[in-house]
T-cell receptor, first 115, second 116 residues
Framework: DAGVIQSPRHEVTEMGQEVTLRCKPI?????LFWYRQTMMRGLELLIY????????DSGMPEDRFSAKMPNASFSTLKIQPSEPRDSAVYFC?????????????FGQGTRLTVV | AQKVTQAQTEISVVEKEDVTLDCVYE???????LFWYKQPPSGELVFLIR??????QNEISGRYSWNFQKSTSSFNFTITASQVVDSAVYFC?????????????FGTGTSLTVIP
């Protein structure tokens, strides 16, 4: 299995632009998580999907952030408009909820820089 | 409220020293799981170990060992005879088995530097 695949690996954009981050979870996994990592706040859970349905989006910072999971093999995290304070590494992770205690598998992350 | 607390922000040790990383968690669930992840300088998050709430038996795996104590809600991780390759950020995580599925909560991480 190729693992969790995120794209792009790096993204540099200007303030005000729309940014879309993409994630392909591990095949067969039914839970998907988006995390944001910064030096100040560590790993923050942004949103959690289970069976393609958003279960907990309380970590989404504000309305500029949105996430979708149109099917079991694809999810996007969109920031519109982007701001410099959104600069961070964004991780996508997936797990199989049917096996209690199974670990979350992480993608390699997208390093976002908003200038 | 923070569900997982890693009070140690940064630790430096000299190679071959033992080092313990602290983790304190908070949950009302009776069934939960605890994890340690390692994030080396390359950036990926690597799963290391897992423990369920019903098994307080401490374990050793190679140079790694962990101490799970429900009475103090702690899940500490020890590296014996540290090596330079152990330099990384280590995250403790809690998974609560809720009706809506598993959710993972991470601590803020402890940055470990092993000095040669």
């Amino acid at each position: 299995d190729a693992g969790v695949i995120q794209s792009p690996r790096h993204e540099v954009t200007e303030m005000g632009q729309e940014v879309t981050l993409r994630c392909k979870p591990i095949s067969g996994h039914n839970s998907l998580f988006w995390y944001r990592q910064t030096m100040m706040r560590g790993l923050e859970l942004l949103i959690y999907f289970n069976n393609n349905v958003p279960i907990d989006d309380s970590g989404m910072p504000e309305d500029r952030f949105s996430a979708k999971m149109p099917n079991a093999s694809f999810s996007t995290l969109k920031i519109q408009p982007s701001e410099p304070r959104d600069s961070a590494v964004y991780f996508c992770a997936s797990s199989f909820e049917g096996l209690p205690g199974t670990e979350a598998f992480f993608g390699q992350g997208t390093r976002l820089t908003v200038v | 409220a923070q569900k997982v607390t890693q009070a140690q922000t940064e630790i430096s040790v000299v190679e071959k020293e033992d080092v313990t990383l602290d983790c304190v968690y908070e949950t009302r669930d009776t069934t939960y799981y605890l994890f340690w992840y390692k994030q080396p300088p390359s950036g990926e998050l690597v799963f290391l170990i897992r423990r369920n709430s019903f098994d307080e038996q401490n374990e050793i795996s190679g140079r790694y060992s962990w101490n799970f104590q429900k009475s103090t809600s702690s899940f500490n991780f020890t590296i014996t005879a540290s090596q330079v390759v152990d330099s990384a950020v280590y995250f403790c995580a809690l998974s609560e088995v809720a009706n809506t599925g598993n959710q993972f909560y991470f601590g803020t991480g402890t940055s470990l530097t092993v000095i040669p």
